[in-house]
């Protein structure tokens, strides 16, 4: 056997040297993913929900209104809406049976529950509906659209429900088909929704337009260095902001109601008249199927869509948990990294004809305006002035209870859905407005990113 030579061990020092080199680069690769990995989602506050009561310093009569319009939000519909205490006509199509069914976490007003109650909802009374492949048990309640048209060649972007009516003991002769969700997804022509929790929507509706638009232009030369602008979205009409859903599309919560009730559980309303779906076979009410009912005998008796709205016109904002160390340090690595600049912790009211809504702090994170979150968020769907890759800065005060996050529910941990915040630009959309905090999150030492999660579950 041959001794080796010194160009054989040169080479095999090479060998070596570039060896070790590999394995330092892949233990450091090793040691920084093990270090982001320290910093974990605590997870779902257990405990007090500190949700779902009224707002403080209602009168009598206004905290009566609450209740009954409470218990309508919690009312689960039929199709004949004539049967007494059985709503005001389900379908044909829907997506729930119930405002509640689907903001009922932590309480009733919140978002999707541990159990998706559109399983049920799909063969409750005998309905003949596949449970699409996107909904699941323990998954997100959601809403399917279509950016574009089935055959792809104009802009769509409105609501698709789930479920039809086809089948049900009380819809006796529909028979309608659902939606072919599988070829939207293998055409890259289906996004999703989950609902927005409405807790202390009266506050968010009362916010002047003046506050929001002060907000916006405070702090000016840190969003600018951080690349953070953002607009208001606005009524075509009169021009004042929008600011309920997850584009801020709607103006106030009559308006946010009675689409809701005519979109996801197809009944018709003063607001908004019309079927979504006007197929034969499956029209069992005049229209509109809710209104507001007038008794020569007696007091009129409101809509279910103005209870819906006066319930969450008068829902408390969520509460916190009692500060700790950590929380409180959480905080201030919050402002310190730029989160607050969007995430605005609190906005005030204005004046109210209603005492227990005017001038009170409410502690939302929010600025109520649209960013642009890039490519890796963009649903590609325009609403009001909202563009493909704009959101509103979704409200953050009950975040500590929230089992799903961002608009479709794409993740249940707190720390993928703070990374999904950053996005990079392609040839349609610009980058996220969030790049250069999600970048100063990354620059935190594990400690500190567990202190801003812990602060954030909180809330």
């Known amino acids: 056997m041959r001794a080796p030579s010194a160009a054989d061990r040169k080479s095999l020092r090479q060998i070596i040297l570039f060896a070790s080199i590999l394995l330092f680069f892949i233990m450091m690769t090793v040691l920084q993913g093990g270090t982001r990995a320290i910093a974990i989602d ?62 009922a976490q932590p309480s009733t007003g919140g978002t999707s529950p541990f159990t998706n109650p559109q399983i049920g909802a799909a063969s409750a009374e005998g309905a003949t509906n596949q449970v699409p492949f996107f909904i699941t048990p323990n998954g997100p309640v959601r809403e399917a659209r279509f950016p574009l048209t089935p055959d792809l060649r104009q802009r769509d972007g409105g609501v698709h429900d789930l479920f039809t009516i086809a089948g049900r003991s009380d819809a006796a002769g529909c028979n309608l088909a659902q939606p072919d969700f599988l070829q939207a997804a293998k055409n890259g022509n289906l996004i999703f929704r989950i609902p927005t929790p409405v807790f202390g929507a009266g506050l968010i509706e009362l916010i002047p337009d003046s506050t929001i638009r002060s907000n916006l ?76 009912h007038f008794d020569q005998d007696g007091p009129e008796i409101p809509s279910d869509v103005t209870k819906f709205a006066i319930f969450m016109r008068f829902l408390d904002q969520s509460q916190p948990a009692p500060a700790t160390t950590s929380t409180q340090r959480g905080l201030q690595i919050f402002h310190s990294i730029g989160c607050a600049l969007c995430h605005t912790p609190s906005l005030t009211t ?110």
Request: aromatic share 8%; net charge negative.
């Open 42 to 103: 605590p997870g779902v506050r257990a405990g007090n929900p500190g949700a779902g009561a009224p707002i403080a310093g209602l009168t009598t009569n206004q905290l009566a209104f609450f209740t009954t319009g409470q218990d309508d939000f919690m009312q689960v519909q039929s199709v004949l809406g004539s049967i007494p205490g059985t709503g005001s006509g389900l379908g044909p199509t829907f997506n729930g049976e119930s405002c509640a069914q689907c903001h």
């Open 350 to 459: 204005g004046q109210s004809s209603v005492a227990a809504l005017s001038n009170i702090q409410a502690n939302l994170f929010s600025d109520l305006v649209l960013h642009h979150m890039g490519p890796s968020l963009a649903d590609n769907v325009s609403q009001g002035a909202a563009g493909g890759d704009e959101f509103r800065t979704a409200p953050l005060w009950g975040l500590g209870q929230r089992i799903f996050f961002m608009h479709d529910g794409r993740t249940s941990d707190l720390v993928k859905a703070i990374l999904s915040h950053s996005s990079t630009r392609n040839t349609r959309y610009p980058g996220s407005e969030a790049n250069a905090v999600i970048d100063n999150y990354w620059r935190l030492s594990v400690q500190d990113q567990q202190d801003l999660l812990n602060f954030l579950r909180s809330l």
């Open 217 to 292: 232009s405070s702090k000016s030369a840190r969003k600018r260095n951080l690349g953070i602008s953002g607009r208001p979205n606005t009524n075509g009409n009169d021009g004042t902001i929008t600011r309920f859903g997850w584009k801020a599309q709607n103006k106030s919560l009559e308006i946010f109601s009675g689409e809701a009730y005519n979109v996801e559980m197809g009944v018709t309303n003063e607001l908004f008249q019309s079927e979504r779906d006007q197929s034969v076979g499956c029209q069992f009410n005049g229209t509109p199927e809710d209104l507001t």
